[in-house]
């Protein structure tokens, strides 16, 4: 089986951050995004990255890392998630996994391969949040997706959404727009489910999506069982941290900390830090 991990984004909601490393290359509990994901999708004997923002820090990880199996596919210009998916049309077989790059889970490939049949051209992952205004709602029937509901800023209703892991058929690539731009979630996956072609496997283990400050925070200290989480080489001393993550290289003394991520090599020394990403000066 092969995958395809949608690694091009821009991370804005995590800026400043990424201005200098992709989303990917972040680290989850002192492990990067991708070698999360890498390891969820063992199953895999190939692993496509699509990218094209900071692309060049990909590679430089890639060659220092033994992850001989996971190769770069380069985008000209962002393609979207439905352009990326067709930019890899010849690299990806008969069937294969989509992965968002922003998604640290242990959701198998395998068991969305066992839920697929003749019958559909792809099958979703969904997983239930508490509040579903900052996704919208997948509403189903019978194992299979029925519709879309668009985000809500006002609905703040538990619920069941798209958890952006999608075991796919070639089937897929005659709903993808042939050129230019375009969304697998806005543009493809709507006609999928008015056909019936959309299947839908519900998740119910670890699932975070880390492309927001606030997510990123609630994955590393939900995964490393702590109140905060802090890098190896980071230096702290007498301080008072809860809810954060302290970054490589990162100096924390004699300061509070909270809901925050002080980032790769910044100082923070006699100051109060709330809700915030700080980034190294210069």
């Known amino acids: 089986m092969k995958a395809l991990v949608l690694a091009g984004g821009f991370g804005t909601r995590l800026r400043p951050l990424t201005y200098t490393v992709p989303k990917c290359l972040l680290p989850v509990n002192n492990i990067t995004i991708l070698e999360h994901q890498v390891a969820m999708l063992s199953a895999c004997d190939e692993i496509f990255l699509a990218t094209n923002y900071l692309e060049d820090r990909i590679r430089e990880f890639l060659s220092k890392t033994d992850l001989g199996h ?8 962002p393609l979207g998630t439905g352009g990326a998916v067709r930019n890899a049309r010849e690299l990806l077989g008969d069937s294969f996994v989509v992965l968002n790059g922003d998604i640290v ?4 490939p395998e068991t969305l391969a066992a839920c697929a049949h003749k019958s559909v051209s792809c099958v979703l992952a969904t997983v239930p949040v508490p ?29 069941r959404i ?15 727009p042939g ?12 006609r999928l489910a008015e056909k019936g072609l959309l299947a839908a496997h519900a998740h119910e283990g670890i699932w975070h999506d880390v492309g927001t400050r606030e997510s990123y925070i609630e994955a590393n200290c939900t995964l490393s069982k702590t109140a905060y989480v802090s890098a190896p ?13 302290i970054l490589s290289g990162a100096t924390v003394r004699h300061a509070t900390i909270t809901n ?11 100051d109060v ?4 990403i700080v980034a190294k000066k210069g």
């Open 70 to 77: 996971v190769v770069v596919n380069h985008e000209d210009t």
């Open 105 to 108: 889970s242990d959701c198998r």
């Open 131 to 159: 509040d579903v205004s900052r996704y919208g709602r997948i509403e189903e029937k019978d194992g299979r997706v029925t519709s879309f509901s668009e985000k809500e800023a006002s609905n703040h209703t538990p619920g």
């Open 162 to 176: 798209n958890a952006g892991i999608y075991y796919c058929t070639k089937k897929v690539f005659s709903f993808i």
């Open 179 to 190: 050129e230019g731009p375009s969304s697998l979630e806005r543009d493809v996956f709507p």
């Open 233 to 245: 080489d980071a230096c702290v001393e007498e301080s008072d941290i809860s809810h954060s993550v």
């Open 260 to 270: 925050s991520v002080i980032g790769f090599g910044a100082r923070v020394e006699h």
């Open 273 to 276: 830090v709330e809700n915030a």
